[in-house]
T-cell receptor, first 113, second 117 residues
């Protein structure tokens, strides 16, 4: 059974600081997604990581994937209040299960002035 | 704009009522759609895989007679919560895979918040 674990589950940051959210998964996969969820809303796609060593950046967020370590990271640079949300990583093992996602627990990020 | 439409966005009803939720892919065909459930302050849990033209595949622990799924066309899947009870209150979210969209993210609907009184 695929397990996806995020760390930390709660993150309180000061504006301007940097931090990293980690996502470990237990089964071979080269397809990992990061999503953002605002309170009461659905999921907003942030990144699609499809190969070992993939790195993608959008604004203050950068995501990477190490398929050998079964680890993805979401790095936040110079946090701003607008980044406060819950962040989920999700793994797709592909094959006949393509599209079926297993989510991490989520990381609740709060950015303080 | 939204590529997956989910309706309704919110339902409040009495215990024992059956509730139907629709998930539509707006500008693409989806042979497969997925239904997730999210309880407050928790992650998303996959309930079932909806397959166009065939029976849905349910995850372990999800009652197929309670959560009826119909995927009648390449753009529409419906989830019916039959005889809903307060413990079924949750946020239900669908997603769809674009045909040929191997390098794209899953497209999620806006979700349906179901509250059973």
């Amino acid at each position: 059974e695929l397990k996806v674990e995020q760390n930390p589950l709660f993150l309180s940051m000061q504006e301007g600081k940097n931090y990293t959210i980690y996502c470990n998964y237990s089964t071979t996969s080269d397809r990992l997604y990061w999503y953002r969820q605002d309170p009461g809303k659905s999921l907003e796609s942030l990144f699609v990581l499809l190969s070992n060593g993939a790195v993608k950046q959008e604004g203050r967020l950068m995501a990477s994937l190490d398929t050998k370590a079964r680890l993805s990271t979401l790095h936040i640079t110079a946090a701003v209040h607008d980044l406060s949300a819950t962040y989920f990583c999700a793994v797709d093992i592909g094959g006949t299960s393509y599209g079926k996602l297993t989510f991490g627990q989520g990381t609740i990020l709060t950015v303080h002035p | 704009g939204a590529v997956v439409s989910q309706h309704p966005s919110r339902v409040i009803c009495k215990s024992g009522t059956s509730v139907k939720i629709e998930c539509r892919s707006l500008d693409f065909q989806a042979t497969t759609m997925f239904w997730y459930r999210q309880f407050p302050k928790q992650s998303l849990m996959l309930m079932a895989t909806s397959n166009e033209g065939s029976k849905a595949t349910y995850e372990q622990g999800v009652e197929k007679d309670k959560f009826l799924i119909n995927h009648a066309s390449l753009t529409l899947s419906t989830l019916t919560v039959t005889s809903a009870h307060p413990e079924d209150s949750s946020f239900y979210i669908c997603s769809a895979t674009r045909l040929g969209g191997l390098n794209q993210p899953q497209h999620f609907g806006d979700g349906t918040r179901l509250s059973i009184l």
